[in-house]
């Protein structure tokens, strides 16, 4: 018979994770991560320039 399947309790899963070593990010992990960085400034930017040029506050 078939021992039931019960999950990890705490301790096993942290000395588990613990003996896991870390693994550096690829290149193609790390262009991802600064492309997607880069993206989110300008269009940041293209955010807030849009909405002080056709949404200004008022300037009175």
Do not use: C, H, Q
């Not at 309790?9 to 588990?16: G, H, I, K, V, Y």
């Not at 290149?27 to 293209?46: C, D, F, H, R, T």
């Amino acid at each position: 018979m078939e021992k039931p399947n019960v999950p990890p309790t705490d301790a096993e899963m942290a000395r588990e994770l613990s003996r896991v070593e870390a693994e550096p990010l690829l290149p193609a992990e790390k262009w991802l991560i600064g492309g997607s960085l880069a993206l989110g400034a300008v269009l940041l930017g293209l955010l807030l320039w849009v909405s002080r040029t056709y949404f200004p506050v008022g300037s009175n």
